[in-house]
């Protein structure tokens, strides 16, 4: 069964490790699988800024984490045709799904995840998790690359936004 063409977009983005200028051919399937995941990413810390002394960087790192797993259902459930570009040099939706997790999120991950768990488990029974984590020496560290790697997930998601026909819900 072909799934009829709705439009064609282009666009540029820079992820940092993919800066690109593209054509996107958006059908049914595309366009709804660019808006599942464009929610994930809209309503979570993912693209909103973690200041100073608020928010867990334990629940930032687990909501992160949890975009590996929606983001491979969204693949197995759309199937190929969501990797699958119109043209060899335009770009899809597992494209950039799969690139978001291994070059953005994966290192950030791996990286960090072990280290705050060593210093969780150091916490004293006298201290908030809060407390304890405010004094972690790499917390302003840590705090700094999530925000670095919120941009690109910003622009990451204006283009799942641009594909799925809504409105920018995301303020920077």
Avoid: C
């Avoid at 790192?61 to 199937?79: C, D, P, V």
């Avoid at 335009?90 to 060593?118: E, Q």
């Amino acid at each position: 069964m072909a799934i009829a063409k709705l439009s064609e977009t282009k666009f540029k983005i820079n992820l940092g490790f993919l800066e690109l200028e593209t054509t996107w051919e958006i059908d049914e399937l595309q366009k709804k699988a660019a808006w599942e995941m464009y929610v994930e990413l809209a309503t979570r810390i993912t693209t909103a800024e973690l200041k100073e002394n608020e928010g867990l960087l334990r629940e930032t790192l687990t909501s992160l984490n949890s975009l590996f797993a929606i983001t491979r259902e969204l693949l197995k459930r759309y199937g190929p045709q969501i990797a699958t570009p119109a043209n060899p040099k335009d770009t899809t939706l597992g494209h950039l799904a799969v690139n978001i997790l291994n070059k953005i999120l994966r290192p950030v991950l791996a990286k960090w995840h072990p280290l705050l768990l060593d210093w969780e488990q150091k916490k004293p029974i006298d201290k908030t998790t809060i407390q304890h984590e405010l004094e972690w020496e790499y917390n302003a560290e840590l705090r700094a690359k999530l925000n670095e790697i919120r941009v690109q997930m910003i622009e990451y998601a204006n283009v799942l936004g641009i594909v799925s026909g809504v409105a920018n819900l995301i303020e920077n």
